[in-house]
């Protein structure tokens, strides 16, 4: 049974940096994609970043380009996301998600089915 577990949430004024945390078990952790997600109150959640699980190519949402980096050690089945220059609108509740799915599109939000139970990062103005 996968199990993914974040950290590193918080509370940080902007401008800050926090590094999330997704420790996962139960998989064959180098062959996932995997995700970082986010939810805003009153808002859909949304990809924000993801990983690919072959090459470790990365993909970004516009709005934390050049801000946020993903990275992936297989050796300790943990993602990371390094977040800088955070801002207020960066305030949600951040979810790891991983895929099974062994196509290329995993920057495509539909293709994850693993969830972790979510940290929450605020960043205050």
């Known amino acids: 049974q996968v199990h993914l577990v974040e950290s590193g949430g918080g509370l940080v004024q902007a401008g800050g940096s926090l590094r999330l945390s997704c420790a996962a078990s139960?998989?064959?952790?180098?062959?996932?994609?995997m995700g970082w997600f986010r939810q805003a109150p009153g808002a859909e959640r949304e990809l924000v970043s993801a990983?690919?699980?072959?090459?470790?190519?990365?993909y970004y949402e516009n709005s934390v380009k050049g801000r946020f980096t993903m990275s992936r050690d297989n050796a300790k089945n943990t993602v990371y996301l390094q977040m800088n220059s955070l801002k207020p609108e960066d305030t949600a509740v951040y979810y790891c998600a991983a895929s099974s799915y062994s196509g290329t599109y995993y920057y495509a939000s539909t293709v994850y089915d693993y969830w972790g139970q979510g940290t929450q990062v605020t960043v205050s103005s």
């Open positions: 990983i690919r699980a072959s090459t470790g190519n990365t």
């Open positions: 139960g998989v064959a952790f180098s062959n996932y994609h």
